[in-house]
């Protein structure tokens, strides 16, 4: 191994460089020659007891890590937040009630409870109404000539599909809606004096009631076989469904608004791709947007034990945070990485995480939704053009587009 050569300072976790760019040239430095690193962090910027953590930027080390889970624990919040005044460790401890942060065995009986909810078959009984919703709003954004894509087409389908897969009713969506953006702090004018915390209880005590409901009235969907449900004897109690649609809210709607945007701005800089997609639908189309995109840079873990990564001595207590974004441009796994090639086949990327024990739940309702979205645009507007360059979200973690600015009829000059 020779020093990696990246600038002095360089953290790949910084919002302000994530504004501007993603650093894939210094992290492919990282990959070819130091794939686990020491990234010193301020202690000010951590929120963390300690002062920096591990990037682990190949693909086989992330799977490695990932599917350890005895050694490498989600308890100390999988996320990366930088700002020691956002996170506390009340906040953690709090972060605890949802799956993303939980270790077996906690994880392992919320999580077979809840994946009955997400198997093919559940998600496929979503087709016809996506499918609807998805020409729906695609049709509607069409009705313009020119507009912002994030708002009026990529942000829309995810949270539909969620309303869609809990049974929410049609008059309740709105407030829904408006719960998850005030929750997520968008960055909306509209929101400046909300408080995310109390949308945050709103919706708990929303999907309580509304499984409150379903106990005294069952129904034929998801809700009620989640309710219905039990592992050894444990059933999904009315606090535990609160905190499961407070989870989607957070992990199924951002990532999915950004594998959309990100996938309509490759398809648009790559014109032969495009036409691939009109004319033949490929299956693999999908995955390679999620690699593509890699909505979700970076998750972290803690180190359980002193132990070893890539020849490196990891102490107990230290954060090993695994770069999926550089593990999708592993040269050793995919043939010309930084190409978008929707026909891509095979394609083992780290999008929805290294097939580990939290590897994402909602796959298939993501590929469900990113297939009928392009399906929905090359029918009605398949001559959508950019009209600049997307303004990109400051995240620690996400690889957010905020803003895309497109000509929808592709004729404006
Ligand atoms: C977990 C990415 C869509 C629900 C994850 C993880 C990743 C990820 C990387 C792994 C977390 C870890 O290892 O710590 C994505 C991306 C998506 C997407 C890129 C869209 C393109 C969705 C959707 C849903 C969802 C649509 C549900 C509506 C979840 C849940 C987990 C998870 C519940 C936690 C699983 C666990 O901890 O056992 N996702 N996700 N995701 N995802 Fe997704």
């Known amino acids: 191994m020779t020093k990696p050569n990246i600038p002095e300072g360089f953290d790949p976790t910084d919002p302000e460089l994530m504004a501007e760019r993603v650093p894939h040239e210094e ?9 686990v690193h020491w990234i010193p962090q301020p202690r000010e910027v951590g929120g963390f007891d300690d002062d920096g953590y591990w990037a682990v930027t190949s693909h086989e080390l992330i799977r490695e890590v990932s599917r350890d889970d005895k050694t490498y624990s989600s308890w100390e919040n999988t996320a990366i937040v930088r700002f020691a005044d956002y996170i506390t460790r009340e906040q953690i401890e709090m972060q605890r009630t949802i799956l993303l942060n939980q270790d077996a065995p906690e994880h392992t009986k919320l999580r077979g409870i809840i994946s009955r909810g997400f198997t093919p ?4 009984t979503l ?13 509607g954004a069409n009705t313009d000539e020119t507009g912002d894509f994030v708002t009026k087409v990529a942000a829309e389908l995810p949270l539909q599909a969620i ?29 400046a004096e909300v408080d995310p915390a109390q949308s945050s ?25 989640l309710l219905d449900a039990s592992i050894d004897g444990e059933a999904l109690s009315s606090e535990e469904f609160g905190f499961f649609v407070l989870l989607l809210a957070v992990a199924g709607n951002e990532t999915t608004r950004n594998a959309i945007t990100h996938g309509v701005l490759a398809f648009m800089d790559n014109p032969e791709q495009w036409k691939i997609w009109r004319e033949e639908r490929p299956k693999t189309m999908a995955d390679e947007v999620v690699r593509w995109a890699t909505p979700v840079t970076v998750f972290q873990r803690t180190a359980t034990c002193d132990t070893e990564l890539g020849g490196k001595e990891i102490k107990k207590g230290d ?47 993501a590929r469900l939704e990113i297939e009928l979205i392009f399906n929905a645009i090359a029918d009605v507007m398949p001559d959508i053009t950019k009209l600049g360059e997307a303004k990109r979200l400051p995240s620690a973690w996400l690889n957010g587009i905020k803003e895309l600015e497109v000509d929808f009829t592709g004729k404006c000059p």
């Not at 078959?121 to 496929?124: D, K, L």
């Not at 929303?206 to 809700?223: L, V």
Request: aromatic content about 10%; hydrophobic content about 40%; glycine content about 8%.
């Open 201 to 225: 209880m709103e919706m708990l005590g929303y999907a309580y009631n509304m499984a409150e409901k379903r106990r005294e009235e069952p129904a034929d969907d998801i809700i009620t076989k």
């Open 27 to 35: 992290l492919a430095e990282l990959r070819r020659h130091a794939p």
């Open 319 to 365: 954060r090993v945070a695994m770069f999926y974004i550089s593990g999708n441009r592993d040269e050793e796994v995919f043939d010309d990485p930084y190409a978008f090639d929707i026909t891509r086949d095979p394609n083992a990327h780290l999008g929805f995480g290294g097939t580990g024990a939290h590897f994402c739940i909602g796959t298939h309702l």
């Open 121 to 124: 078959r559940a998600i496929a």
């Open 127 to 139: 087709r016809g109404a996506l499918t609807e919703r998805a020409e729906q709003i695609v049709s």
């Open 163 to 191: 309303a869609e897969l809990l049974g929410v009713p049609q008059e309740d969506r709105g407030q829904l809606f408006r719960w998850t953006n005030e929750m997520m702090g968008y960055d909306d004018p509209a929101n």
